[in-house]
Nanobody
Framework: QVQLTESGGGLVQTGGSLRLSCAAS????????MGWFRQAPGKEREFVAA????????SYADSANGRFTISRHKVQTTVYLQMNSLKVEDTAVYYC???????????WGEGTLVTVSA
């Protein structure tokens, strides 16, 4: 079992910044990737950014590229999402996920709400 604890969401004005964190606990020894999806009201959950533990660099959705940066703690199984130049359309619940070696299944956190006001 793995538990994901997200933090850092909140209310920010257009153009502002937020930093989300996601800490994994429990089964973390076989982590292969961690990242973020988001779900806006009335819309489907969509990919934002991800990191693979084996390397290869981060991956981003087009909407996040150039404004968001995903990174990981050097030791702990924790990922961060630095979000800059936020737009109203970035308003959503942001969900952290993790994956394990040998499986495509994603495990999810409970989500953290990001609200960007005009």
């Amino acid at each position: 079992q793995v538990q994901l604890t997200e933090s850092g969401g909140g209310l920010v004005q257009t153009g502002g910044s937020l930093r989300l964190s996601c800490a994994a606990s429990g089964r973390t020894f076989s982590t292969s990737a961690m990242g973020w999806f988001r779900q806006a009201p009335g819309k489907e959950r969509e990919f934002v950014a991800a990191l693979r533990w084996a390397g290869g660099g981060p991956s981003y959705a087009d909407s996040a590229n150039g404004r968001f940066t995903i990174s990981r703690h050097k030791v702990q199984t924790t990922v961060y999402l630095q979000m800059n130049s936020l737009k109203v359309e970035d308003t959503a619940v942001y969900y952290c996920f993790t994956q394990f070696r040998g499986s495509d299944m994603r495990y999810w956190g409970e989500g953290t709400l990001v609200t960007v006001s005009a």
